[in-house]
């Protein structure tokens, strides 16, 4: 469960505090955001080269080559 500040917590911060925990915010959500686009990229990549992948590995050389590790 995420705790609530309330107005009057918030309001008996220093304006000093108040700002390093905007920055705080700040920080957390660009990590986030950046996080979700490396996320994003790392599946863009992935399906990309699905394709090619599959015509080196779906073939009858390469399931007999691996046949022993099933």
């Not at 686009?37 to 599959?54: G, H, K, N, W, Y």
């Amino acid at each position: 469960m995420i705790e609530v500040i309330s107005k009057q917590e918030w309001q008996a911060l220093t304006t000093h505090a108040q700002q390093e925990v905007r920055d705080f915010f700040l920080f957390i959500k660009a990590k986030y955001v950046n996080q979700q686009q490396v996320d994003t990229d790392r599946f863009d990549t992935m399906a990309l080269s699905e394709q090619a992948l599959a015509e080196d590995w779906l073939n009858p050389d390469e399931d007999q080559a691996w046949s022993k590790y099933k």
